[in-house]
């Protein structure tokens, strides 16, 4: 069974950095293509980016570009995602999900969140 | 940057009702939409892709249609553990998702 565990809940000061873990079991991450989407307090989703297997590399959406780092370990099954120069519009849930690439993609399984929490 | 509009953002129904919510991308995405579920404090759950199959294990009172630029995701008969928020989210250039549909008890 595939399941995304991600790492617990952060509280960071404006301007830090932040990185969110999200490991792999019941396959093993060479065989898939993660993504990350956030969700600020009762906002919609938000998609950030992720790997794309066709292409080899990692896609970024235009809104975080140049802030957002993601990156893989395949020894340990586990993807990361670094957020730098926080802000208090970064405060949301930060979700893993495996997409799946048929003609478009879609997102087949999600890790629980994690909440980053930006305050002075 | 193609914007989704969901609609409506929120309605209110009752067991048994059937429900429609729409999604209308600002340019075509042929048949690039899918529809995920979500409820208080949980990843989301998706239940359709490609605008119109049904992900393995959702009821199938679940179902969706839609082509270019006019999509609808309709709960034939509404159960209790169907209220929560709906997002349609499209993959034909990058991926956006709508603002949601919250559906709630009447």
């Known amino acids: 069974q595939v399941q995304l565990v991600q790492s617990g809940a952060e509280v960071k000061k404006p301007g830090a950095s932040v990185k969110v873990s999200c490991r792999v079991t019941g396959y093993t991450l060479s065989e898939s293509a993660m993504h990350w989407v956030r969700q600020a307090p009762g906002k919609a989703l938000e998609w950030m980016g992720g790997?794309?297997?066709?292409?080899?590399?990692?896609v970024y959406s235009q809104n975080f570009q140049g802030r957002v780092t993601m990156t893989e370990d395949t020894s340990t099954d586990t993807a990361y995602m670094e957020v730098s120069s926080l802000t208090s519009e970064d405060t949301a849930v930060y979700y893993c999900?495996?997409?799946?690439?048929?003609?478009?993609?879609?997102?087949?399984?999600w890790g629980q969140g994690t909440l980053v929490t930006v305050s002075s | 940057d193609i914007q989704m509009t969901q609609s409506p953002s929120s309605l209110s129904a009752s067991v048994g009702d059937r429900v429609t919510i729409t999604c209308r991308p600002s340019?075509?995405?042929?048949?690039?939409l899918n529809w995920y579920q979500q409820k208080p404090g949980k990843a989301p759950k998706l239940l359709i892709y490609?605008?119109?199959t049904l992900q393995d294990g959702v009821p199938s009172r679940f179902s969706g249609s839609g082509f270019g630029t006019d999509f609808t995701l309709t709960i034939s008969s509404l159960q209790p553990e169907d209220f929560a928020t709906y997002y349609c989210q499209q993959s034909y250039k990058t991926l956006v998702f709508g603002g949601g549909t919250k559906v709630d008890i009447k």
């Open positions: 340019q075509s995405i042929t048949r690039y």
């Open positions: 790997f794309d297997p066709e292409d080899g590399e990692t």
């Open positions: 999900a495996t997409a799946i690439f048929t003609s478009g993609w879609y997102f087949d399984s």
């Open positions: 490609e605008a119109s």
